[in-house]
Structure formats: C-alpha cells, structure tokens
T-cell receptor
C-alpha cells in the first residue's frame, strides 16, 4: 500500500546550523508534496509545497528537494532558530485529489 | 481572528458516552476536513466535505458521524465512545477540493476517553 515515511524520528541541531529533514514515499503516482510544521499544542501549519514536475523549490529559509527516482523528499531549513523547534510532517497527494497522506513526523530540536 | 476554530479544546469523557466537536472556518473555504492524530503523532484523514457534501469517508467506524450545516461549519459527532477514540482531532479547511489547495488546520481538540 501507499505510505509516506520519515527516516529519523528526532533531529537535534545547534542554533544557526542548517537542518535537513528527510521523507521517503512509496507511491510513484504521488504528484504533489507538502511539508507541514506542528508546534506543541497547535495544529499543523503549511510550510512549503512542490509538484512532481519540479526538483526544487525555495521559500524563506526553507528549501524542498524532490528526487522522484528514489522517491525521496527533503526539507532544508537554513540558519535554524529556536522557533523552528517543532514536529515536521511530509504529506503527499495524487491525481488532483484532496486526500493527503501524512508521514510519521520528525521532531526537530534546536539547541542553544 | 482565528481562521479555523474548534470547540472544545479539551474533552474528557467516560466510555460509552456520546460527544460532539465543533469546527468553524471564517476563510470562505468550500472544503473542510476532519483528521485524527494518535499518541504517536500519526495524522490520518477521516472525512472531507465540499460545499456540505461528503467527498472523503475513510475507513472510520460508523460511530463517527460528521455533519455540515453550512460550508463554514463541520461538526463531528461520536457515539458510544471507546478508549481507542482517545486522540487529538483536527479540523481543517481549504479553498477547493484539490490536493494542491492548501489545507489550514485548527488548533485541535484533545479527546480523552476514560
């Protein structure tokens, strides 16, 4: 069956360093991918998205990379700040449908 | 002003009871969703409504019944609550019903069944 998974459940980084959060997906039909950030006690918040016809997309301090060959997605956060501490989820959908399949989440901890 | 709001934020109840969670969005969106997040943070869609019409109904026990009185509201009623229903329930909304339409999540309702 389809699944979206994350390589590491917890990632600790020093403030100011770059963070890389990885995600693997198994459904080659997936054509749209999103990263969400969930802070403690809050709902998931959209960060950035990418369509399958792209390899890279940049936002403010964040970059998403998509490697369709190995079905891998990553989120890069530049100059990680304490406010970036949260659980990060990748999610995917396919065929224009609005059903999002979420990965298991990675806890990002920023150490001062 | 909160874009997607849910009430209550916390709900503690006994097994066998019936309870409802309410959701409202003031974004003018046409599509609303209910998600369940378990203790391991796994987030899974339960239902999706577009303009008051059910469009996604995942494998959810029929004890769960969503109701959309208008496109700004999507409530979740749960009958005969079980221990396994304990989770955080998130409501979300999006402009349209396509996968590329950004979903905006509410703050969640933590349900604890004793």
């Amino acid at each position: 069956g389809e699944s979206v998974g994350l390589h590491l459940p917890t990632l600790s980084v020093q403030e100011g360093d770059n963070s890389i959060i990885n995600c693997a997906y198994s459904n080659s039909a997936s054509d749209y991918f999103i990263w969400y950030k969930q802070e403690s006690g809050k709902g998931p918040q959209f960060i950035i998205d990418i369509r399958s016809n792209m390899d890279k997309r940049q936002g403010q301090r964040v970059t998403v990379l998509l490697n369709k060959t190995v079905k891998h997605l990553s989120l890069q956060i530049a100059a990680t700040q304490p406010g970036d501490s949260a659980v990060y989820f990748c999610a995917e959908s396919k065929g224009g449908g609005n059903k999002l399949t979420f990965g298991t989440g990675t806890q990002l901890k920023v150490e001062l | 002003d909160t874009a997607v709001s849910q009430t209550p934020k916390y709900l503690v109840t006994q097994m066998g009871n019936d309870k409802s969670i309410k959701c409202e969005q003031n974004l003018g969106h046409d599509t609303m969703y209910w998600y369940k997040q378990d203790s391991k943070k796994f987030l899974k869609i339960m239902f999706s409504y577009n303009n008051k019409e059910l469009i996604i109904n995942e494998t959810v026990p029929n004890r769960f019944s969503p109701k959309s009185p208008d496109k700004a509201h999507l409530n979740l009623h749960i009958n005969s609550l079980e221990l396994g229903d304990s989770a955080v329930y998130f409501c979300a909304s999006s402009h349209g019903g396509r996968g590329t339409d950004t979903q905006y999540f509410g703050p969640g309702t933590r349900l604890t069944v004793l």
